[in-house]
């Protein structure tokens, strides 16, 4: 039995769910799914029903993209809230586990440890920027040099005034509920942004870090026992330890950016196993 990871599948039109279709069939296992499924509710709830048959358990955290409200010809789309709300009950009604959900123990392990696996869903609040640099005057700052994130024309935050509002309560929220966890266990941590500012590495976009989390979380790791570490967002798959814990990025990526002959299957992370 192991605990898989992914993110970052951007299931659309233009990858379809066939990818999805080969993946082998893990019925011992359980996935996390570490946000950025898909944008589009159809292919989100579909993703659901196709992998709900393949792993023991899935558990899912919410990226940036599945907030987007869809383009279309009125303004009836759930946005912000109630966006995020409507995902939630998506992923309930396939069994599917969610931040809104209780942490799940883990049943067992090699080394004998206990775990706690807590999906989050935690925003970002622009904190990833320059010192220098006024919130007022960060889009600008951006767009001296590349586009800005999309999320400034289809992430809304309603009721919220601003998404730092939103994730600076999301955050307290989740301090919380992880401090009641007993010290006994390891936890596994969960987020789609990454969770301490010193692992985006973005030369690409290098002034795309403001949209990639909080300053809030960058001791977490250590505040919260955690063993490992889960995120997306960056699409750079790569794996790093830090004061003994292990952080893994776990994108899949755009078309582009893996091959799909290989399917999809060479791409998850183990986790841990028992």
């Given at each position: 039995m192991r605990l898989l990871a992914i993110s970052d599948l951007h299931l659309s039109k233009l990858v379809s769910l066939d990818p999805l279709k080969k993946i082998d069939n893990h019925l011992d296992d359980w996935l996390i799914l570490a946000g950025d499924i898909a944008e589009n509710t159809e292919f989100f709830a579909a993703s659901f029903e196709i992998l709900a048959r393949k792993f023991a358990k899935l558990i899912w955290v919410p990226g940036n993209h599945e907030l987007w409200t869809e383009p279309g010809p009125s303004e009836t789309s759930p946005r912000g809230l109630r966006r995020y709300e409507c995902l939630v009950d998506i992923a309930r009604s396939h069994g599917v586990v969610t931040p809104e959900d209780e942490y799940l123990e883990w049943p067992g392990s090699e080394d004998n440890d206990n775990y706690v696996i807590a999906p989050l869903f935690l925003l970002y609040d622009y904190s990833l920027r320059p010192d220098d640099i006024a919130r007022k005057n960060l889009r600008k700052w951006v767009r001296e040099i590349h586009a800005e994130c999309t999320d400034e024309l289809?992430?809304?935050?309603?009721?919220?005034?601003?998404?730092?509002?939103?994730?600076?309560?999301?955050c307290a929220e989740a301090e919380k509920r992880l401090e009641s966890i007993p010290r006994q266990y390891k936890t596994i941590l969960i987020n789609h942004w990454p969770m301490r500012s010193d692992l985006i590495y973005l030369p690409r976009l290098p002034r795309f870090t403001p949209w990639c989390g909080t300053k809030?979380?960058?001791?977490?790791?250590?505040?919260y026992n955690a063993a490992v570490v889960v995120s997306g967002h960056l699409h750079t798959r790569r794996t790093d330890f830090i004061d003994g814990c292990r952080f893994e990025e776990v994108s899949l990526g755009y078309?582009?950016?893996?091959?799909?002959?290989?399917?999809?299957?060479?791409?998850?992370?183990e986790i841990i196993s028992n």
């Open positions: 289809r992430l809304h935050c309603e009721p919220y005034n601003s998404k730092e509002e939103w994730c600076w309560a999301r809030l979380t960058d001791t977490w790791h250590k505040k078309k582009r950016q893996w091959d799909m002959e290989k399917g999809i299957d060479f791409y998850f992370r």
